[in-house]
């Protein structure tokens, strides 16, 4: 049975998304080319416009091989340290089909690290978009029925039993990604929740995603939701890069540049003071290296704004009970999307030195 892992009072319980596609898998070398990772974008990735910040190298820990226990263990050590209680892992299942499976697998089955842990089901059908052909498809997402999700409940359960998988109330907390696009899903969570139920543990604390706050996830049958407020794609150039405006414009581009500072009171709805809605904060944005023209780009993060960002979710979270203060992160190392908490050449520790020191600051004035 899972254990609780949470402390007794602490500011909040936070959770970081993290992305296993930093090894190597015969599928993306047949689609991109021997070797294909996360790191080939994000290394090849050039700057768009004048001080456009690309690209993002990654400073202690590398070029990292998932595959790489000792590289696991530094990656839990370093979040341990500055304050985050858990990895959420992104799991791909395609109709019984797994992808990117190996890291977490072997994390599951050595015990190391000793790090708390939960999964979300990616449930997003796999394009081109990774490598700028966003019309590509090269997996496909499909739903085939109520035996395709006993099996995959199946494949959970012994995640879930594991002492180190995060709980909400005793019961293992698991994310959809992607809830509107599970056909029934209230059917879905039921039957999820009955299967947990008959397994011996005490149940789900299922939790869907949402890019804006106008999902319900009580009347579709989930606990709660976390709030990722993105903005959308507008093809929004400043004109103080009046080239670069022509270039998206002429080319019938999507390139959309926001200034961070503008959108960090978008990113923790006041909504999330509720239970059932979780903040979700977002250290930078710059997912040009997989999208190129067509992607999205927050300006001038700093550790400072960012810091700004975790005192507002701190805030929402202040008053639910200390079981129930899930705030995440969007991401831990999802470096193609220049999201992540992973120290780089330019910031280094800074951004999880602020998410540190302000928890610390929460906690003691408690």
Not at 164 to 176: A, E, H, N, Q, S
Not at 233 to 241: A, D, E, F, G
Not at 283 to 299: A, K, Y
Request: aromatic share 12%.
């Amino acid at each position: 049975m899972p254990e609780q892992h949470s402390n007794d009072d602490s500011a909040a319980r936070l959770i970081a998304f993290y992305l296993p596609q930093y090894h190597p898998i015969p599928e993306n070398d047949d689609w991109w080319g021997k070797g294909f990772t996360e790191w080939t974008n994000t290394a090849k990735a050039k700057p768009l416009f004048r001080g456009h910040y690309q690209p993002h190298v990654p400073a202690d820990l590398g070029f990292y091989d998932l595959r790489v226990p000792e590289t696991r263990a530094a990656q839990a050590e370093m979040a341990r340290a500055h304050g985050i209680e858990a990895f959420c892992y992104y799991h791909y299942w395609f109709g019984g089909t797994r992808l990117l499976e190996r890291p977490f697998n072997e994390v599951l089955e050595s015990g190391e690290p000793d790090f708390p842990f939960c999964l979300c089901w990616a449930n997003a059908t796999w394009s081109g978009i990774w490598h700028g052909n966003p019309n590509r498809i090269l997996m496909e997402q499909t739903y085939p029925g109520t035996a395709d999700y006993e099996a995959h409940f199946n494949e959970l359960l012994k995640a879930f039993r594991d002492k180190r998988y995060l709980t909400v109330d005793g019961k293992p907390l698991f994310i959809i990604y992607k809830p509107r696009d599970v056909p029934n899903v209230q059917d879905v969570a039921k039957l999820f929740r009955e299967m947990a139920e008959r397994a011996g543990l005490p149940g789900l604390y299922l939790v869907g995603v949402a890019h804006h706050d106008n999902w319900d996830p009580k009347a579709n049958g989930f606990d709660a939701v976390v709030l990722q407020n993105l903005p959308g794609l507008k093809s929004q150039v400043p004109w103080r890069y009046p080239l670069l405006k022509l270039k998206a414009k002429l080319g019938g581009h999507r390139l959309t540049i926001y200034k961070y500072k503008d959108l960090l009171d978008t990113f923790i709805p006041d909504k999330t003071r509720q239970l059932e809605y979780l903040p979700c904060l977002i250290p930078s944005w710059d997912n040009t290296p997989r999208s190129g023209m067509n992607g999205l780009v927050m300006e001038g993060s700093t550790p400072e704004l960012f810091r700004q960002g975790v005192r507002q979710a701190l805030d929402k979270v202040a008053e639910k009970p200390p079981e129930h203060r899930l705030v995440f992160l969007k991401s831990w190392n999802e470096w193609a999307e220049g999201n992540h908490m992973e120290p780089d050449l330019r910031d280094g520790h800074t951004h999880l030195e602020a998410l540190h020191a302000e928890i610390k600051l929460s906690d003691t004035s408690k």
